[in-house]
């Protein structure tokens, strides 16, 4: 089994930055992509920035420019640097992270979500 456990979550001011970690740990041979999804109420999760093992990124449109992501593969740590944050930021955010486990099968996981509120 694989466990994500994300933190960094909290209250912040607009125009003010955050970041968020997600330390994996548990039984796997590599962490293979990982990312943040972010879900707001009455809304469906979506993603909001990814990062490969070899560390090739995208991100959602609305946070180009603002958000980077980005990974420590020794300590199996995936962040997300979040930069002029507005309201619209508000969200869950769940860390994910598919990982290669005994059998040479990947397996997808997603941490339990922490809360970050943008207040204006």
């Known amino acids: 089994q694989v466990q994500l456990v994300e933190s960094g979550g909290g209250l912040v001011q607009a125009g003010g930055s955050r970041t968020l970690s997600c330390v994996a740990s548990g039984s796997f041979f590599s962490l293979n992509a990982m990312g943040w999804y972010r879900q707001a109420p009455g809304k469906q999760r979506e993603l909001v920035a990814a990062?490969?093992?070899?560390?090739?990124?995208n991100y959602a449109d609305s946070v180009k420019g603002r958000f980077t992501i980005s990974r420590d593969n020794a300590k199996n740590t995936v962040y997300l640097h979040m930069n002029s944050l507005k309201p619209e930021d508000t969200a869950a955010y769940y860390c994910?992270?598919?990982?290669?486990?005994?059998?040479?099968?990947?397996?997808?996981?997603w941490g339990q979500g922490i809360q970050v509120t943008v207040s204006s």
């Open positions: 994910n992270a598919r990982a290669t486990r005994p059998l040479g099968v990947e397996y997808e996981y």
């Open positions: 990062i490969a093992r070899g560390g090739s990124t």
